[in-house]
């Protein structure tokens, strides 16, 4: 124990004298708050919580817990939903929020350089004046960095894509301080079919391959118009033929979410909405003036031609700004259905074809099993939430929920889908993971970590399971 804590001294002392005296804490607060996101996950906090400041600063902190054998979990902003930032083994969490830097925006080549602690509403309110903007969207402030580090996506991945697509380049720290750029330094070009795809083996990857210290995005001009619009469908089915047709017939449509009728009933409690209580699209536009009011008539003949009722329009930004609120405000307006309990989000994502199917079962599941669990999906992409309410303190319905969400992930990989859209594994999928891939493509993603990592130091025990030897 004496030699424990002699190495425990001399580690803090290292971590000092990189970050200073307040860049490192012990506090019981400050660690609690860095243990956790806002998944159900019972996680552990961190032992310490460092803040530094640059590359530099993380890449020699890494060296120490190297050295001494520390796990190593980044935090960036806490808004996870799959447990993905517990320190299952203890260790020392990197909170990457002092590093908030915009770098290089180059205007005309629509790119830019961002640091960890830079989240995507702080870059779009960073690009206000340059007609530009990012659109990934997962609805929380998230950091940028956590957002290729979780493959994130959103409303806007119908027309824009995931943070697969938007990111050209990536500096991660290694478990053992070394520094990489992914596409190698300062590149920034708009594609490349030159070596491994080094960039995308680290979006998605959880923090178990290294620590995401600059990301480099595409980015978008602002459209010249946009509206929106709210459809209400007689039924779960015509709701979702609406999006295949209309997907189907070219309209580049930006959004197209999905309510269900106890979404919708929880929406117009919480925001203040009187929206009919019945299968719900909300839909948005982007475009020039001409080209929108083609997308629209398109859009507006195919959803009548499925029973659907009239637009309800929103043109001007302040009503669309209210209708997307409510969109995003569906996580609370869930919780709101059982004050003092938990919502919980599960995610998963089938070929467009099976939704309906998927849905329906998933609404039968919920409703022989007494689950409040109102559905809400980015129907473009085929992927859709149950926002489950559980009560935290009643064991028995959260192994219930548990359950479901297992029966839910199996479904979709039934059908050919995946066990999550844009969650991530974290601690709760790793089995469901097993199943999807398979073991030797497990044996794969497992051999590139042992390569990269072989101390198994970078947020250990996360998407991956360690093989029982």
């Known amino acids: 124990v004496l030699l424990q804590s002699a190495v425990v001294d001399s580690a803090l002392s290292a971590f000092r004298s990189i970050c200073g005296e307040d860049g490192v804490s012990l506090a019981a607060a400050v660690r609690e708050q860095h243990g956790k996101d806002e998944s159900v996950h019972r996680c552990r906090p961190p032992d310490v919580v460092v803040f530094p400041r640059c590359?530099?600063?993380?890449?020699?902190?890494?060296?120490?817990?190297?050295?001494?054998?520390?796990p190593i979990i980044p935090f960036g902003t806490g808004t996870g939903l799959e447990g993905g930032v517990g320190a299952v083994k203890g260790g020392v969490c990197f909170s990457l929020r002092n590093m908030d830097q915009v770098l290089d925006l180059h205007q005309e080549d629509f790119d830019v350089t961002v640091e960890p602690g830079v989240t995507r509403m702080a870059l779009n309110a960073?690009?206000?004046?340059?007609?530009?903007?990012?659109?990934?969207?997962p609805g929380a402030d998230a950091s940028l960095c956590g957002m290729a580090a979780t493959s994130a996506s959103g409303t806007n991945a119908v027309r824009y894509g995931t943070m697969r697509e938007n990111v050209l380049n990536l500096e991660v720290v290694l478990a053992d301080g070394t520094i990489v750029h992914t596409a190698g330094k300062g590149r920034r070009p708009r594609k490349t079919s030159a070596g491994y795809n080094l960039t995308n083996l680290f979006v998605g990857s959880e923090g178990t391959l290294g620590i995401i210290t600059k990301t480099t995005l595409r980015l978008y001009g602002v459209p010249e118009s946009m509206v929106?619009?709210?459809?209400?469908f007689p039924s779960v089915q015509a709701a979702v033929d609406s999006t295949v047709q209309i997907l189907q017939s070219g309209v580049p449509i930006a959004r197209i979410e999905f309510l269900d009728d106890v979404m919708i009933d929880a929406c117009n409690r919480f925001s203040s909405l009187s929206y009919p209580v019945t299968p719900t699209l909300f839909l948005e536009f982007h475009g020039s003036e001409r080209s929108l009011e083609e997308q629209v008539n398109t859009a507006e003949d195919i959803t009548q031609s499925n029973g659907g009722s009239d637009f309800m329009w929103a043109r001007d930004p302040e009503t669309r700004n209210k209708l997307w609120k409510a969109r995003h405000d569906a996580w609370y307006a869930a919780q709101a259905l059982r004050p003092g309990c938990k919502a919980y989000s599960t995610d998963v994502c089938v070929p467009l074809s099976q939704l309906p199917q998927i849905i329906m079962e998933t609404k039968e599941d919920l409703i022989e099993n007494r689950l409040t669990g109102p559905i809400a999906g980015h129907v473009g992409d085929g992927n859709f939430h149950c926002l489950m309410v559980v009560d935290p303190d009643d064991p028995e319905e959260l192994h219930s929920v548990h359950l479901f969400t297992e029966r839910l992930a199996r479904r979709a990989l039934a059908m050919d889908g995946t066990c999550t859209g844009e969650h991530g594994v974290g601690l709760g999928k790793r089995a469901l993971l097993r199943e999807e891939l398979g073991q030797t493509s497990i044996q794969v993603m497992q051999g590139l970590k042992d390569t990269l990592d072989p101390k198994n130091l970078m947020n250990p025990e996360k998407v991956l399971q360690l093989r029982r030897v």
Request: hydrophobic content about 40%; aromatic content about 16%.
């Open 228 to 232: 929106s619009a709210i459809c209400s």
């Open 55 to 70: 590359v530099e600063e993380v890449s020699a902190i890494a060296k120490v817990c190297h050295k001494y054998d520390f």
């Open 126 to 137: 960073y690009l206000r004046d340059t007609g530009l903007w990012f659109p990934v969207d």
